[in-house]
């Protein structure tokens, strides 16, 4: 089992920056894929960005260029800065975490954290 904690969220006006963190803990593989997800109301849950252990990132087209993400592997925690914060960027945002392997491989999520922007 994997238990992840974020923090960082909150009201931001538009154009201003945020920045999430999320805290891994339990049975942590050294290769794996950490990062977020955010899901709107009434929308389906949709990538954000991830890193592998590898330094490996994948962006979501809608934040690609303000937002970026960064790990601490010695504290098993994943970053996101969040910057030229939009309306639309209104959503909770949920940390993920999933080893890379073959095989059935769980995905596991945090209980999420709410962004707000809004003027």
């Known amino acids: 089992q994997v238990q992840l904690v974020e923090s960082g969220g909150g009201l931001v006006q538009p154009g201003e920056s945020l920045r999430l963190s999320c805290a891994a803990s339990?049975?942590?593989?050294?290769?794996?894929?950490m990062g977020w997800y955010r899901q709107a109301p009434g929308k389906e849950r949709e990538l954000v960005a991830t890193?592998?252990?590898?330094?490996?990132?994948n962006y979501g087209d809608s934040v690609k260029g303000r937002f970026t993400i960064a790990r601490d592997y010695a504290k098993n925690a994943v970053y996101l800065q969040m910057n030229s914060l939009k309306p639309e960027d209104t959503a909770v945002y949920y940390c993920?975490?999933?080893?890379?392997?073959?095989?059935?491989?769980?995905?596991?999520w945090g209980q999420g954290t709410q962004v707000t922007v809004s003027s």
């Open positions: 993920y975490y999933k080893r890379i392997g073959v095989g059935v491989i769980p995905n596991y």
């Open positions: 339990g049975n942590i593989f050294k290769v794996n894929r």
């Open positions: 890193a592998t252990n590898g330094g490996s990132t």
